[in-house]
């Protein structure tokens, strides 16, 4: 049987983890992710587990076609409800929005929390889910961004660590992590764009920094000349997340000066 093929996002993800670690996969879908993990060496067994019957169907039969019974469990479950303490060191979890991962992650929080990575890939509310993995006590060990087919999307490795709760060293902005804060609507640059992705000027945050900044601009002109009042507020939400976007660019501006 022929290895595998996964996406470029996917791929990204598998090899996230760290090597010789068994995994979790959260939301497995097909399984081909786990498969992947298997056959390159990257994970001894995984645990590939989903809330539907029938991506989990589809995830056994592939398992078997490539002949990882014996490595790879399936089991149905909802987030992690159905996992046991200790039998992955690692997590993955990837193609849902933010707020599913939220409650993946506050439902089982004690699980969570005894892994010792969680390579995640959230497709919605990013600053609300880095947010919350900070107020967690989740520190950003690694982080990625590549563009695919036109979408870009983020990847984060973080791991539990509550006695860093401020991020790791070398932080642009510091970002409270009291319960408060979780209820305000301003974001930090690094709840925006990401922490790591800022600081080592990834060309292809610029990339998505810049084509969103046209995007932007453009719907600025557009609502510039109506005076309906909904309009007027929506030019200002938009005038204002176009100041964080220059904020962010001038990080990569000031570097090439120097």
Same mark, same amino acid.
Request: charged share 30%; glycine share 8%; hydrophobic share 35%.
């Given at each position: !049987?022929?290895?595998?093929?996964?996406?470029?996002?996917?791929?990204?993800?598998?090899?996230?983890?760290?090597? $010789?670690?068994?995994?979790?996969?959260?939301?497995?879908?097909?399984?081909?992710?786990? %498969?992947?993990?298997?056959?390159?060496?990257?994970?001894? =067994?995984?645990? /590939? !587990?989903?809330?539907?019957? $029938?991506?989990?169907?589809?995830?056994?039969?592939?398992?078997?076609?490539?002949?990882?019974?014996?490595?790879?469990?399936?089991?149905?479950?909802?987030?992690? *409800?159905?996992? *046991?303490? =200790?039998?992955?060191?690692?997590?993955?979890?990837?193609?849902?929005?933010?707020? @599913?991962?939220?409650?993946?992650?506050?439902?089982?929080?004690?699980?969570?929390?005894? @892994?010792?990575?969680?390579?995640?890939?959230?497709?919605?509310?990013?600053?609300?889910?880095?947010?919350?993995?900070?107020?967690? $006590?989740?520190?950003?060990?690694?982080?990625?961004?590549?563009?695919?087919?036109?979408?870009?999307?983020?990847? !984060?490795?973080?791991?539990?660590?509550?006695?860093?709760?401020?991020?790791? /060293?070398?932080?642009?902005?510091?970002?409270?992590?009291? /319960?408060? %804060?979780?209820?305000?609507?301003?974001?930090?640059?690094? &709840? *925006?764009? =990401?922490?790591?992705? @800022?600081?080592?000027?990834?060309?292809?945050? *610029?990339?998505?920094?810049? &084509?969103?900044?046209?995007?932007?601009?453009?719907?600025?002109?557009?609502?510039?000349?109506?005076?309906?009042?909904?309009?007027?507020?929506?030019?200002?939400?938009?005038?204002? &997340?176009? &100041?964080? %976007?220059?904020?962010?660019?001038?990080?990569?501006?000031?570097?090439?000066?120097?």
């Amino acid at each position: !049987m022929a290895a595998v093929v996964l996406s470029e996002r996917l791929q990204t993800l598998a090899e996230m983890v760290t090597s $010789g670690r068994t995994v979790v996969d959260v939301g497995c879908d097909h399984g081909f992710v786990s %498969i992947y993990l298997v056959q390159r060496g990257i994970s001894p =067994g995984v645990l /590939a !587990m989903d809330v539907r019957t $029938g991506p989990l169907s589809r995830a056994k039969e592939h398992i078997a076609e490539y002949g990882l019974e014996s490595y790879i469990t399936t089991r149905l479950s909802d987030g992690l *409800k159905e996992f *046991k303490e =200790g039998e992955a060191q690692s997590l993955v979890c990837a193609g849902m929005g933010g707020r @599913l991962m939220t409650r993946i992650l506050t439902d089982s929080r004690d699980k969570a929390r005894g @892994l010792q990575e969680l390579i995640l890939q959230p497709q919605s509310e990013l600053p609300e889910f880095r947010r919350f993995l900070k107020s967690e $006590g989740y520190r950003l060990l690694d982080e990625n961004i590549l563009c695919e087919d036109g979408k870009y999307y983020f990847l !984060m490795k973080v791991s539990y660590c509550p006695e860093e709760n401020v991020g790791v /060293a070398g932080e642009i902005t510091k970002v409270q992590t009291s /319960a408060c %804060i979780l209820e305000e609507t301003e974001y930090s640059l690094e &709840e *925006k764009y =990401g922490e790591l992705l @800022l600081q080592r000027k990834h060309p292809v945050l *610029k990339q998505y920094l810049e &084509e969103t900044e046209r995007n932007m601009q453009q719907i600025a002109d557009n609502l510039s000349g109506n005076g309906n009042e909904r309009a007027q507020n929506r030019l200002l939400e938009i005038r204002k &997340e176009l &100041e964080s %976007i220059h904020r962010a660019l001038a990080l990569f501006h000031l570097e090439n000066e120097q």
